[in-house]
């Protein structure tokens, strides 16, 4: 399974971007046993999980974003979403949205990019 994320784009630092992620039709009706989650990576950086829900709503986020990006769920809409604000230079990358643990395909993602 192949999760496309979207809502990427160029971005001045301190500003907003909301990234999206619907399921396709082949796991809607196993989307809501799943823990969904936000990763990233970075040109020559491993990929690093940015925050997880669960299908009841607990979230759990990397320090670095912590107070910042918000991960939300529309179990109704197949559907998850990352809010980032207060973006950071070092925000900038590529972003993926998947199963924590992840499944074994990735999609494309999307990219954020944060100027200075």
């Known amino acids: 399974v192949q999760l496309q994320a979207s809502g990427g784009g160029l971005v001045q630092a301190g500003g907003s971007l909301r990234l999206s992620c619907a399921a396709p039709?082949?796991?809607?009706?196993?989307?809501?046993?799943?823990?969904m989650a936000w990763y990233r990576q970075a040109p020559g950086k491993e990929r690093e999980l940015v925050a997880s829900?669960?299908?009841?709503?607990?979230?759990v986020y990397a320090d670095s974003v912590k107070g910042r990006f918000t991960i939300s769920r529309d179990n109704s809409k197949k559907t998850v979403y990352l809010q980032m604000n207060s973006l950071r230079s070092e925000d900038t990358s590529v972003y993926y949205c998947?199963?924590?643990?992840?499944?074994?395909?990735w999609g494309q993602g999307t990219q954020v990019t944060v100027s200075s």
């Open positions: 829900i669960t299908v009841g709503g607990a979230t």
């Open positions: 998947n199963a924590s643990p992840p499944w074994n395909k």
């Open positions: 039709r082949s796991i809607t009706s196993v989307f809501n046993s799943y823990v």
